[in-house]
């Protein structure tokens, strides 16, 4: 357990069921049957210096609890209170995380989401219940990543998944920077004013406003997320940013073909321009053909694939993961997130969870372990769990 | 380290182009756009004030330091644009180390003719926050520490203030939403009613509604400071009934010195003490007068200072001139229906109309000389450590969680 975390929960600076409905929420640890990569000791050892000596990044997360029984998860977003999962956080190895908030479910005020309003009610709050505890840290640059780390701490970063709340209003980029937003996809898997998601059928390309957003989130200083875009728009993006861009939580399609998972021109032109590559563990999408069954070792030959085509130097880790049922949640978000599109492809086995990486703190410890199983270097190691991020945020962020 | 403050050249939205990316208005210098005055003192004086500037954090409970147009026909332009540009240069050569922020309060038309829209507060404070986060002299201050912090390294802590309730409309979960985004203190309403309660300019206030005890108790839960300086005497009264913490009203002056609204009552202010509350002295242009000095200047906000002072004690009064960079007077005529400048001018006597506070026209200005003012009229090395921070931080304790 992280020493930083001294037993705070969610929202309980307020009186559940007086100021706001409480819901049973989900185990933060042990929810399913946990599992470990088994480890010889000598690995184990290794295991434990990495951690302590490696600042670890995940570069795409939602560390949130859902309730225990997710069909309360629609009446639990409109109450426009996701409860971070401190305990849970505290069991991981993460010194960062990268809090993508409430993203496609992001319906408290409508039924599609991604209202402006919405978005800034959900960071509001969750930066408000983040004021009343000490164990994560509000991160708006460099320093909070070096700070956490040293007191046993995570920074805890806002990500928007989608510029969609943008609308046409360019400084909304600086007011989000300002409200304390520091990376930001172009858009979610539908299009918007920006570009084309990932969905469409036909992908029209970053449009003149997407052109203009990019120049503003370069100045601003806004890290860029593509995972969820078409490939031009991706494509498109990658060439106007005068800043490396990241896509955050992806897999390749030339082992799994879909269209969530992205194309080798795409990862290199993404590693050519300096970017990072964080690799996906949502359940039902790093799948390949060795592995029809979404687990570990599906997600790790995403890694290994894409590490070989791009080089150690330009990937990373964004497992996408949250602390609750993320399969029950696709089922019922499955329209808001475009899931079956997404998804379509060959057949593959359901999973009720991600063997190794059913959660944020599971998936940080078992990418280490699996990393070691497999003899990666030290400096290897480093690079991939945090140093490469860190290399690109240098450029990025003021 | 009041002085010295470690200024880096920046100069606000820097990190974007002029004239490309926002629309560039012409400002006057932050300090110096009129003659500066400064109260004399004699050589031992002069040293004591900078000794004093340096050894005690000086906390300014209200104010807006940010640059106004030259031409004051542009405001509704410069307004609408949605960017105030705070003046960091103008700033580094105050005395402060700590400054409450008010943001655009009744000029937030950035969006709509009369202001306080939802959106257009989280705009302004977004985006004041997002050029703050581009240079390093100004820290936000999200705690009593940051003002520490600030006053050691040479640096301000800015605290985001909002300094009406309006725009919560009936969500209470807006006040946390707020506190997230680094709001600290709120007012219950401006000088217009709310849906929390009856603002100042009110011929009835029928005091604090069911919807603003809410508000009050979640403020209190949350940690953030309640700000009672544009509310009416019965609302004000039953917030500091109301509240668990101490309240401040962080810029206001004696109606027994000037009988106008936008002062308060002995009995308030006697209540906000009781409570452990702190009241901030004003200066904003034609408020703060007497009888004695019918031409606003620091000598007639000195004597509400003393005047409440004597009433209440030294532990309970402190500063927050609300004062600007540019002409605040013109401001004033420009906005006067949005900030309902006849109902909270109207005053015991005639007086005479000023182009700006003598003493107190910006936040620098007034940082100086209020430290000049005490020392010149011998006030202890412990009684200015009060008044300059000691009591608001002392009601801070209490109420930031």
């Given at each position: ?26 185990k933060?640890v042990d929810r399913v049957e946990p599992y470990l ?258 687990d ?55 999973v009720d969870y991600v063997k190794g990486l059913e959660n944020?703190?599971e ?36 | ?401």
């Amino acid at each position: 357990m992280k020493k930083g975390y001294k037993g705070y929960k969610a929202y309980q600076y307020l009186e559940k069921d007086i100021d706001y409905k409480g819901f049973e929420l989900a185990k933060e640890v042990d929810r399913v049957e946990p599992y470990l990569i088994p480890l010889n000791p000598e690995d184990e050892k290794r295991v434990e210096n990495i951690i302590k000596n490696n600042i670890v990044i995940s570069l795409h997360d939602h560390p949130i609890i859902t309730p225990a029984n997710i069909n309360e998860l629609m009446d639990y977003e409109r109450e426009g209170r996701e409860c971070t999962a401190y305990e849970g956080l505290a069991h991981s190895c993460l010194d960062v995380v990268f809090d993508n908030m409430m993203d496609g479910t992001c319906i408290i005020g409508s039924k599609a989401g991604w209202k402006w309003n919405d978005v800034i009610h959900d960071m509001g709050i969750r930066s408000c219940d983040i004021a009343h505890q000490d164990f994560l840290i509000k991160g708006s640059d460099l320093d909070d990543i070096y700070k956490a780390k040293s007191e046993e701490k995570i920074a805890w970063f806002i990500s928007l998944e989608s510029a969609t709340m943008i609308e046409n209003e360019l400084d909304r980029i600086d007011i989000l920077y300002g409200l304390g937003a520091r990376m930001m996809g172009i858009t979610y898997s539908e299009s918007n004013c920006l570009g084309s998601g990932l969905k469409e059928k036909n992908d029209g390309g970053l449009t003149a406003f997407g052109r203009q957003a990019v120049e503003r989130m370069n100045k601003v200083g806004m890290a860029i997320d593509v995972s969820h875009s078409g490939d031009k728009t991706t494509m498109d993006t990658i060439k106007v940013s005068s800043k490396p861009v990241f896509i955050t939580h992806i897999g390749a399609r030339a082992l799994w073909n879909m269209k969530r998972l992205k194309p080798d021109d795409v990862f290199k032109a993404c590693a050519d321009k300096g970017g990072v590559i964080g690799i996906e563990a949502a359940p039902h999408t790093t799948i390949t053909k060795k592995h029809p069954r979404h687990d570990i070792e599906s997600y790790m030959e995403h890694f290994e694939y894409i590490k070989d085509l791009v080089g150690i130097d330009h990937v990373a880790f964004g497992p996408d993961a949250l602390f609750g049922d993320h399969v029950g949640l696709h089922n019922l978000f499955s329209s808001n997130m475009s899931i079956a599109e997404n998804t379509a492809g060959q057949s593959f086995d359901k999973v009720d969870y991600v063997k190794g990486l059913e959660n944020p703190a599971e998936a940080s410890h078992n990418i280490v372990r699996w990393l070691v199983k497999h003899g990666y270097s030290d400096e290897d190691i480093a690079k991939v769990l945090g140093k490469n991020i860190i290399r690109v945020l240098k450029e990025i962020w003021y | 380290m009041g002085l010295n403050k470690k200024y880096d050249g920046y100069v606000a939205y820097q990190y974007l182009e002029k004239d490309k990316d926002y629309k560039g208005f012409k400002y006057p210098k932050g300090v110096g756009r009129v003659e500066e005055y400064y109260i004399p003192l004699n050589e031992e004086q002069e040293k004591r004030v900078l000794d004093i500037a340096e050894k005690y954090i000086f906390i300014s409970l209200h104010e807006h330091p940010v640059l106004f147009p030259e031409d004051l026909s542009q405001l509704p332009e410069y307004i609408r644009e949605g960017r105030q540009p705070a003046d960091y240069e103008a700033l580094s050569k105050s005395y402060l180390d700590v400054v409450f922020d008010n943001m655009m309060d009744g000029v937030c038309t950035i969006s709509s003719k009369n202001g306080w829209k939802w959106n257009d507060v989280l705009h302004d404070l977004g985006m004041r926050l997002c050029d703050l986060a581009h240079q390093s002299m100004v820290i936000r201050c999200e705690k009593v520490e940051d003002m520490i912090r600030a006053h050691k390294e040479g640096k301000i802590a800015l605290v985001p203030v909002i300094e009406g309730a309006a725009m919560l409309e009936n969500e209470v979960d807006r006040v946390d939403i707020l506190y997230g985004f680094g709001v600290r203190m709120m007012g219950i309403t401006y000088s217009e009613s709310n849906s929390l309660g009856s603002g100042l300019k009110e011929k009835n206030d029928g005091g604090l509604t069911a919807l603003g005890y809410k508000v009050v108790e979640r403020m209190n839960k949350v940690g953030m400071a309640i700000d009672c300086s544009h509310v009416g005497d019965k609302t004000t009264m039953d917030v500091i009934n109301a509240s668990t913490k101490p309240i401040f009203l962080s810029h206001c002056g004696a109606r027994s010195l000037w009988n106008s609204r936008r002062l308060k009552p002995d009995d308030v202010i006697k209540a906000c003490a009781d409570k452990g509350g702190v009241i901030g002295i004003e200066a904003a242009p034609h408020t703060t007068l007497t009888i004695n000095n019918t031409q606003h200047s620091i000598e007639s906000f000195m004597e509400h200072f003393e005047y409440i002072k004597d009433m209440v004690g030294i532990d309970h009064v402190a500063f927050g001139p609300d004062t600007l960079y540019g002409d605040h007077v013109g401001l004033h005529r420009t906005f006067a229906s949005n900030l309902s400048i006849k109902s909270a001018h109207e005053g015991s006597a005639e007086f005479e109309e000023v182009e700006y506070v003598k003493g107190l026209e910006n936040p620098t200005e007034a940082s100086i000389n209020i430290v000049r003012w005490l020392v010149k009229h011998n006030y202890s090395d412990q009684d200015i450590e009060k008044v300059l921070g000691g009591n608001t931080i002392r009601a801070l304790k209490e109420i930031w969680v």
